[in-house]
């Protein structure tokens, strides 16, 4: 709901040939799925909270229980630039993150979830 609402139109536009393919988000300690399937039209932009058919690539979140949220919130939170993919360094050399398979299709989806310093968060805890 937040990339339909707050959501930059650029990082769909640049999906190209991998337009139509399944992401799977693994988030192990709640045992649940989330599949992204990437468009170039952040419109259609939509996921499903079910294992992938045939996935690209895998996330597989490894935190805690009650860091989740905080977690992919921070990923949300994030520009969508340079200096935004290498804050997700924080999550990926502890392992609380692991990237299986297409890496550029990861990073194409991460740049689609990003919308940056929203007002929106300016009064939450979140």
């Known amino acids: 709901m937040l990339i339909a609402l707050y959501g930059l139109d650029s990082p769909f536009s640049k999906v190209g040939k991998l337009e139509g393919q399944e992401i799977e988000m693994y988030l192990k300690n709640l045992e649940g799925y989330i599949t992204f399937i990437l468009t170039s ?10 294992k992938a058919n045939n996935p690209i690539a895998k996330i597989i979140v490894n935190a805690k229980k009650e ?4 977690v992919l919130s921070s990923i949300i939170r994030s520009k ?4 935004g993919i290498l804050k997700l360094l924080k999550f990926i050399i502890p392992r609380k993150i692991v990237i299986k398979g297409s890496y550029i299709a990861v990073l194409k989806l991460t740049k689609c979830l990003m919308i940056g310093k929203n007002e929106i968060y300016k009064n939450t805890g979140v």
């Open 41 to 50: 039209n952040r419109e259609n932009f939509d996921c499903y909270a079910q």
């Open 67 to 70: 860091d989740i949220l905080r």
């Open 80 to 83: 969508a630039n340079i200096l």
